[in-house]
């Protein structure tokens, strides 16, 4: 069976420009590439990367083809040529020619062309991952009805990085966002919040370098720059953005110091990498994908035109707790499912104001320019 798909995929990709998927038929036990008219019903529109970039596309394709596989629905991903709106435009035109009824947009990358393409295709399901409709120059932001959005609560998988990082004993920490955009200033004051958390049960005396180094990929700069915190006694920085991570681990590497990744579980990048603030994309996109098929196909009135902030209570933030991906000494799995619950419960309220830095006693904050 691999084989067979592995053929059928060859094949896809000399017949399209884009990358396509198989997905079980309806109605039937084995697996192809098409309906039996040639169309596929369910598809993810990659961003830039392709399915295997162990990101916001690899995560997302993991839900469409579990979705498809569980329901019976015909399901493709396509990869736009290049990095562009207009690629990314032309790629979603391709997916609905052919026959196309619910796209997954993983990530910021699509809220433009989502923009555009709501209301130009009102019979078009759309999901925006990590993002909402606007126009290219962010002046007008607007959902149509056939859209879904969804947002996180990265406060929550913030707090819980720093929470946990000093609890395990580290006391000088570093914060190196990419561009002070919310979701990135949402991480990085929940980090705040979490450390004070913790030094205010352990007692212990914390400090945080706190950056936005205004890109989201690595750089000589930036990898000096982590290098002297490292050498200035920074024992693990939180690196919140893209690429940046390249940069903060070879400086870590190079230190023999620790780094914090994002968004996904970036363990398999280096040992270096003590535990990521991770967001549960492939969840939130099942959640969304069950709530619009088990109402026919057409989203119900509380996902149509709205946007979902996804936390906790919904397990769709926290730290990865498998086997390889556990890198602490002290902090335990038990540790870090109580401070999880509180988070579920409500008991912990993490401020998602992006506008006030956290107010703090217990922990000494840097704020570098």
């Known amino acids: 069976m691999k084989k067979k798909l592995a053929l059928l995929m060859v094949l896809a990709l000399a017949f399209t420009a884009f990358a396509g998927c198989s997905g079980k038929k309806t109605g039937g036990a084995s697996e192809s590439n098409l309906n039996k008219d040639g169309t596929y019903e369910l598809v993810l529109v990659t961003d830039v990367g392709n399915i295997d970039d162990q990101s916001f596309n690899q995560s997302c394709w993991e839900a469409v083809k579990q979705f498809g596989i569980d329901n019976g629905i015909d399901y493709a991903y396509y990869r736009p040529s290049e990095d562009s709106t207009e690629a990314r435009i032309e790629a979603m035109t391709t997916a609905i020619d052919k026959g196309a009824e619910t796209i997954v947009c993983p990530g910021y990358l699509f809220e433009d062309a989502v923009y555009e393409m709501q209301t130009k295709y009102p019979n078009v399901n759309f999901i925006l991952i990590d993002g909402e409709p606007h126009t290219s120059d962010y002046s007008t932001y607007n959902t149509e009805k056939n859209t879904h959005c969804i947002l996180y609560q990265e ?25 002070a955009v919310p979701a990135v200033v949402r991480y990085g004051y929940g980090f705040i919040q979490g450390a004070e958390a913790a030094a205010a ?128 000494t002290k902090f335990t799995t038990d540790e870090y499912k109580a401070v999880f619950d509180k988070l579920v419960s409500g008991e912990i309220v993490v401020s998602n104001d992006i506008n006030n830095a956290p107010a703090v006693t217990n922990v000494t904050v840097d704020y570098q320019g």
């Open 155 to 179: 406060e929550q998988a913030g707090y819980l990085a720093g929470y946990a990082v000093v609890k395990d004993g580290y006391t000088e920490l570093g914060f190196c966002g990419g561009m």
């Open 201 to 328: 049960e352990t007692g212990a005396k914390v400090n945080i370098k706190y950056y936005y180094c205004g890109a989201f990929g690595p750089s000589d700069d930036l990898q000096t720059k982590m290098s002297s915190w490292y050498t200035e006694g920074t024992q693990i920085v939180f690196a919140c953005g893209g690429s940046l991570y390249l940069s903060v681990v070879a400086a870590a590497e190079a230190a023999g110091k620790k780094v914090i990744g994002v968004d996904v579980d970036q363990s398999y990048i280096s040992d270096t990498i003590v535990t990521s603030a991770m967001k549960q994309l492939k969840t939130s996109c099942l959640i969304a994908l069950k709530a619009l098929y088990d109402n026919g196909g057409v989203w119900p009135e509380a996902y149509a035109g709205t946007t979902d902030h996804l936390g906790a209570a919904q397990d769709c933030v926290g730290l990865p707790t498998d086997e390889g991906s556990w890198r602490f």
